[in-house]
């Protein structure tokens, strides 16, 4: 069968997928037919963000582990798709910023678990606040049987992602993020979300709280507050940006 007519059956198939967890079922099958046999999706909100981990199939005492010591902060892998908005391949010396000590222990913990073989995808052009992730990992192969084998199907495997990344915008990041494997943001209560729909539409905390919600001005800015606690702003401004970056209003 031809790429492209992979490429095709692909996407027919995706397109009776209805959720998020059925599209990445048959994305990984695809994928690690591939020799991609371990691969995340994440979604980061804006630059200061930490990624939330969407969809992994990634063993799942490295992905804690990858959490724990910092996340996308962490990867050098995102800082350079980041930067750049190039694919980073991660044998790749000129890709990677070792030399950095800050990175030193994701590069000690991708060789214990031997997810040392891929590449890190952006699928969002890095002049969008928001961006998604893949990384694409052929775990437990060597060098050479990447070389050999895996690296050849990129191109491929390039496209199948960003089919992917298509079908997945239809998901609200948000929902997205409060079923994240891992992440940081907690989810919203109903007048939270509520609250913050207001002050987008540009009304004051007396008019959402004696015109539309009915509720004590001390109400509503413990509404707000609670809610730039859990989505990790400092102020209003942020919020406002946050909620609309991940699709809240």
């Known amino acids: ?65 990858y959490m724990a010591i910092g996340g996308t902060h962490s990867d050098d892998t995102i800082e350079w798709a980041q930067t750049t908005g190039e694919v980073c391949h991660w044998l790749n010396p000129t890709h990677r910023s070792l030399d950095k000590k800050e990175y030193l222990p994701l590069e000690e913990l991708s060789q ?9 995808i952006q699928l969002k052009t890095r002049y969008t606040r928001s961006s998604s992730y893949l990384g694409l990992s052929a775990t437990d192969s060597s060098q050479r049987e990447y070389e050999r084998d895996v690296i050849r199907n990129f191109d491929l495997a390039l496209s199948l992602s960003h089919i992917l990344e298509m079908h997945l915008s239809q998901f609200e990041p948000y929902q997205m993020l409060d079923r994240a494997t891992h992440s940081a943001l907690q989810p919203l209560r ?9 002050l987008c539409h540009g009304l004051t905390i007396s008019e959402i709280a004696d015109k539309k919600m009915f509720k004590s001005v001390e109400s509503i800015n413990l509404y707000i507050k ?3 606690q859990k989505l990790q702003v400092r102020n209003r401004d942020q919020l406002i940006a946050r909620a609309v970056v991940l699709g809240l209003v």
């Open 190 to 198: 109903p007048l939270e979300q509520e609250t913050i729909r207001w």
């Open 1 to 65: 069968m031809t790429n492209d007519s992979l490429l095709i059956e692909f996407l027919t198939r995706l397109q009776s997928c209805n959720d998020r967890e059925s599209s990445w079922r048959l994305y990984t099958r695809a994928i690690s037919d591939l020799g991609y046999t371990q691969n995340t999706y994440g979604y980061i909100a804006d630059h200061e963000s930490n990624c939330e981990i969407i969809l992994s199939n990634y063993n799942a005492e490295f992905v804690a582990s």
């Open 226 to 228: 609670e809610a730039k």
């Open 112 to 120: 214990d678990f031997n997810v040392c073989n891929g590449a890190t």
